[in-house]
């Protein structure tokens, strides 16, 4: 069932479209571009050894697959309402597929992401590996925040509206246009509170070797998410009987 939501809202997504999945390597380029241009050139923010470029993508990424991921996840229930009212299925099969609806679009753009770095000359090592658990982590983040939101959303459809603005406010709160270690030592605590923060510190770890604080954040962020996560599902399975009555 999870294949199949999955499978159908890449195609409804990508339905009549020129590009079609070139949309999954032309935002994030371009995005890309916008930050090299604002914070690598004109605001000096300093990448370490790693060309701008190259770090903002990698920071990119697994930011694009959670951010997606919780605004896709929190709309789940109500735009499947016609599932959640007339058939009956497991629901947290709804937020789930959201979620890895954004995987697609993610192998897409790290395809550009290996590009760019060979472009820079910069190679891979077996460090890279560490990507894999930590597009779980991220995946994981992106569901236990999503889960939460999607079952307020059936009932407070405000929740729709808040959680895009949501997500870009986060997106500053996160360390993926700047390094972890250019934020002061007294707001430090910020970054170990953020989940999403482990988890971009250590794709830049994996893939450049860069990356401040790298041990510290991620221990934090997946304790972080098995909290939320485990409370977000119990809050999900406690109201999920009223779905049909609200949505």
């Known amino acids: 069932m999870i294949y199949v939501l999955v499978w159908r809202d890449i195609k409804v997504r990508y339905k009549q479209t020129v590009l079609g999945v070139g949309w999954a390597i032309l935002q994030p380029f371009l995005t890309m571009l916008v930050f090299t241009f604002v914070f690598g050139r004109l605001a000096k923010v300093p990448s370490g050894n790693v ?9 990119l990424l697994p930011w694009q697959l959670f951010s997606s991921g919780v605004v896709r996840c929190s ?5 499947n309402h016609y599932l959640v009212t007339q058939v009956y299925l497991p629901r947290l099969v709804l937020p789930i597929s959201a979620v890895l609806t954004g995987c697609p679009d993610f192998i897409v753009a790290f395809a550009l992401l290996l590009g760019i770095m060979n472009y820079s000359h910069m190679a891979l090592s077996l460090v890279a590996l ?4 930590l597009l779980i982590l991220v995946a994981a ?6 889960l939460f939101l999607a079952s307020l959303n059936v009932r407070y459809r405000d929740v729709g509206y808040a959680v895009p603005f949501l997500t870009q406010l986060w997106f500053f709160m996160t360390p993926v246009a700047y390094p972890t270690n250019l934020a002061p030592r007294r707001f430090q605590f910020v970054y170990e509170l953020n989940p999403i923060a482990g988890a971009v510190d250590g794709f830049r770890w994996a893939l450049v070797g860069s990356g401040e604080g790298r041990d510290t954040l991620n221990i934090f962020s997946v304790l972080a998410v098995l909290v939320v996560l485990a409370l977000s599902v119990s809050y999900f399975e406690r109201v999920e009987r009223s779905f049909a009555d609200v949505v």
């Not at 060309?51 to 920071?59: E, L, Q, T």
């Not at 709309?75 to 735009?79: A, G």
């Not at 983040?141 to 999503?146: C, H, I, N």
Request: one cysteine or more; a negative charge.
């Open 51 to 59: 060309p701008y470029p190259v770090f903002f993508f990698c920071g």
């Open 75 to 79: 709309n789940s229930l109500v735009e």
């Open 130 to 133: 560490a990507v894999l658990p």
């Open 141 to 146: 983040t992106s569901l236990a925040v999503g």
